[in-house]
């Protein structure tokens, strides 16, 4: 089994910085990818950014070049750096883990807004 736990989330102004993070404990493997999804009211949960062990990244579309994914695998911990945010950015963030299973976290709850 893998705890997550998540924090860093809030409300922010357009155009504002926030930075996730997420921890993980129990069953960690050596190789895993761990990532953030999010959920915004009414729709389903899409794929914001994810990262790997061995140094793979993958972004939505719709956050390259303002999210920055990044991970301390000396600490299990993997960060969502969110920059030049936008209202569409809201929702609940997931943090996720994925060695032998998929595991996810509590979410933590983002809203751009002015």
């Known amino acids: 089994q893998v705890q997550l736990v998540e924090s860093g989330g809030g409300l922010v102004q357009p155009g504002g910085s926030l930075r996730l993070s997420c921890a993980a404990s129990g069953s960690i493997f050596s190789i895993n990818t761990m990532g953030w999804h999010r959920q915004a009211p009414g729709k389903q949960r899409e794929l914001v950014a994810t990262?790997?062990?061995?140094?793979?990244?993958n972004y939505a579309d719709s956050v390259k070049g303002r999210f920055t994914i990044s991970r301390d695998n000396s600490k299990n911990t993997v960060y969502l750096q969110m920059n030049s945010l936008k209202p569409e950015d809201t929702g609940v963030y997931y943090c996720?883990?994925?060695?032998?299973?998929?595991?996810w976290g509590q979410g933590t709850p983002v809203t751009v807004s002015s």
């Open positions: 996720s883990y994925y060695s032998r299973g998929l595991y």
């Open positions: 990262t790997s062990t061995i140094g793979t990244t």
